[in-house]
């Protein structure tokens, strides 16, 4: 894809739905007793990795448009006759093992050569302890893992890396589990599993303390099928956002977005680098908060600071953040982020080398960067290293570069969205 400059942009857009509560919305439909009905789902490759896979163990799902219709199992799912494939989706990965440790049958779960490489011992060792048998490459470590599950018992998890896959994982297990299973995280990651949670139907109680966030739940509880509406991903709204605050002029609107807290650190960020962006007509659906954003171009950014703490409310965000940063006035850092290292590519490698091919000067850290912001970026030919927040930061990069900017590989925009070239013509003028 070869990619030159725009000088503005307008118009509105609502970008795709959020990816996070697309995939929940299929396994709390699947695990549900009742028909449950999603409306605005996400059809992308990691969603439909989900989907499927929870056909192999016996869900019947119907699609009609953007609706989804699932006949919930009540936890009774079928033994799978063949390999699961997450393909290159960690969340299906490991938000289906903790499914699958509640179920006595075998099951094997594999994933694409990027998903073969990430870690999964961070929620094999919980369900593990939690009394399921799990094995797998590098003793577990690395996909493919064959899972039998078993009675499981609640445990006590502290989750360190502040993931929300683990947690989420550890109180689907926790569902089917004799007693009380908790999660406590040193920052809190996104919620939605515990939102969704309560749309049908179950206890789940949070306690925010000093030391950190408490999660937990009583397993036995009854899950009932629900209504489930996703709003737009954040996640993929951060591009629109980033590129009207980059252009010369212009003015964005984006429809119905997801602004939930453990999620709206871009956002935070963009406004403190001196982004003019409004929240309009603010509401809540599906219990998670949405609200319409107008952004406008023509600020000059100034540097900002990404600390430890703040890096889950953004971590998928951060490949564009870094483009930002590379237009800001000042030195930009961002630290605690080694998570970046294990997402769909090594993101810090991907970030650092493609911005210096930019003419930008990066310090690299092993959690993070430095980048000091410039006048003006140069085109480049750009390594996607197939993950797609890569190509989409990128490109939005190449739209505000001098020169020619040249995207090595677009298909896996597919991963999150599909439709994301066609959009950025739209608003682009
Ligand atoms: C996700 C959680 C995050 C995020 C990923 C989606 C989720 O990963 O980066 O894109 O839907 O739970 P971690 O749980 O590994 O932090």
Redesign the pocket.
């Known amino acids: 894809m070869q990619i030159t400059k725009v000088k503005s942009v307008g118009g509105s857009l609502r970008v795709p739905s959020d990816?996070?509560i697309s995939?929940r919305a299929l396994i709390l439909g699947a695990i549900a007793s009742g028909r449950t009905r999603v409306s605005k789902w996400l059809s992308s490759a990691d969603t439909r990795a989900t989907l499927e896979v929870l056909r192999k163990l016996g869900t019947e799902i119907t699609q009609e448009g953007d609706t989804v219709l699932i006949e919930g199992k009540d936890y009774r799912f079928t033994e799978p006759s063949d390999v699961l494939d997450a393909r290159n989706s960690?969340?299906t990965a490991r938000l289906i093992s903790g499914v699958l440790s509640t179920q006595s049958f075998f099951s094997v779960i594999t994933g694409d050569e990027s998903l073969k490489e990430r870690p999964m011992l961070r929620v094999v060792e919980p369900l593990r302890q939690m009394g399921a048998s799990i094995d797998g490459r590098e003793k577990g470590n690395k996909l493919p893992i064959a899972i039998r599950g078993a009675r499981l018992k609640g445990i006590s998890f502290f989750n360190k890396?502040?993931?929300?896959?683990?947690k989420?994982a550890l109180l689907l297990a926790g569902l089917r589990a004799e007693g009380i299973t908790e999660v406590v995280e040193p920052t809190l990651?996104?919620d939605?599993t515990e939102r969704m949670l309560r749309l049908f139907g179950v206890q789940v109680e949070t306690i925010a303390q000093e030391k950190g966030h408490i999660v937990k739940l009583r397993g036995g509880q009854r899950v009932h099928a629900a209504e489930v509406f996703c709003p737009a991903d954040p996640s993929s709204a951060a591009f629109f956002i980033a590129l009207t605050a980059l252009v010369e002029e212009g003015e964005l609107l984006l429809k119905e977005v997801l602004i939930n807290p453990t999620r709206d650190g871009f956002l935070r960020k963009a406004m403190e680098m001196g982004a003019h962006i409004e929240m309009l007509e603010v509401r809540e659906t599906s219990m998670e908060p949405v609200a319409d954003i107008l952004v406008r171009s023509g600020s000059r950014l100034k540097a900002v600071e990404v600390r430890p703490d703040e890096v889950?409310s953004l971590?998928?965000e951060i490949p564009i953040l870094a483009v930002m940063m590379a237009k800001a006035e000042g030195v930009s850092v961002v630290r605690g982020a080694k998570?970046l290292r294990v997402?769909e590519s090594d993101r810090i490698r991907a970030v650092v080398e493609n911005l210096r091919s930019m003419g930008v000067k990066v310090e690299e850290f092993e959690d993070g960067f430095a980048v000091e912001g410039q006048e003006s970026l140069k085109g480049a030919k750009i390594r996607t290293y197939s993950d797609h927040r890569i190509a989409m930061a990128f490109s939005v990069a190449g739209l505000v570069a001098e020169g020619e900017t040249i995207i090595d590989d677009i298909k896996c925009v597919q991963i999150s969205y599909p439709d994301f070239y066609r959009d950025l013509t739209i608003v682009s003028l």
Request: glycine share 4%; charged share 30%.
């Open positions: 990816k996070s995939h960690g969340t890396r502040a993931s929300a896959q683990v989420s990651s996104r939605h889950p971590i998928d998570e997402k």
